[in-house]
């Protein structure tokens, strides 16, 4: 009778360890995945492969912004239910030189070039208007960072805008993410960009 009760708690200890292995394997593999939201805006990472033509990706021509965590995201195609698209915008199949198209002027202090600066933005794909990321969709804060750490077409379109004010850039590739946009941003390769970015202060 004793063996028999010590054969059971062999068993009854060994159930227990398999439930506790089960549930921090399972808790692993659903833990929430850190989002940064400046994916669609950062400088290319220098270790990625470049394709003739795609040097103007990065942040200045020379300088590349160090690589951070890549969300998980679902490319965002018109085939999508829950696509979202870019307002007041017509889609446009080529650009071909990057546009600045002031929305509203500011009446703060001006940016200047390398300055860092605090803004919201809306990025979206110029050949559709498909949103592919908001910073807005990440709370009520701005983003903050240096014009020397986005791509291109921020660290040309940028300068000039006033505290205050809204301004549309139309990127093309070359000036954006050209044949290596960043994993699971909902990018396509050699996608013009479209981005209304309101600045909320320079730093």
Not at 144 to 157: A, C, E, Q
Request: proline residues 6%.
């Amino acid at each position: 009778m004793q063996k028999q009760k010590g054969n059971m708690g062999v068993v009854v200890s060994f159930i227990i360890v398999i439930g506790l292995i089960v549930l921090a394997v399972y808790s692993l593999m659903h833990r929430p995945v850190k989002v940064d939201p400046l994916e669609g805006i950062k400088g290319v990472d220098s270790s990625a492969p470049t394709t003739a033509g795609d040097s103007a990706t990065a942040t200045t021509g020379e300088q590349q912004a160090q690589p951070t965590e890549q969300k998980t995201m679902e490319p965002n195609t018109n085939a999508n239910k829950n696509v979202r698209n870019l307002s007041n915008f017509t889609p446009v199949a080529k650009v071909s030189t990057l546009e600045k198209i002031d929305q509203v002027v500011g009446t703060g202090k001006e940016v200047q070039a390398g300055a860092t600066v605090s803004v919201h933005y809306t990025g979206a794909v110029a050949a559709t208007g498909a949103i592919f990321q908001s910073s807005k969709d990440f709370g009520t804060e701005p983003v903050t960072f240096p014009l020397s750490g986005v791509i291109k077409g921020w660290t040309d379109g940028i300068p000039g805008m006033k505290i205050g004010g809204t301004r549309r850039l139309v990127i093309p590739a070359a000036m954006a993410y050209g044949a290596n946009p960043p994993s699971g941003s909902g990018i396509p390769a050699n996608a013009d960009l479209v981005f209304d970015v309101e600045l909320v202060a320079i730093k």
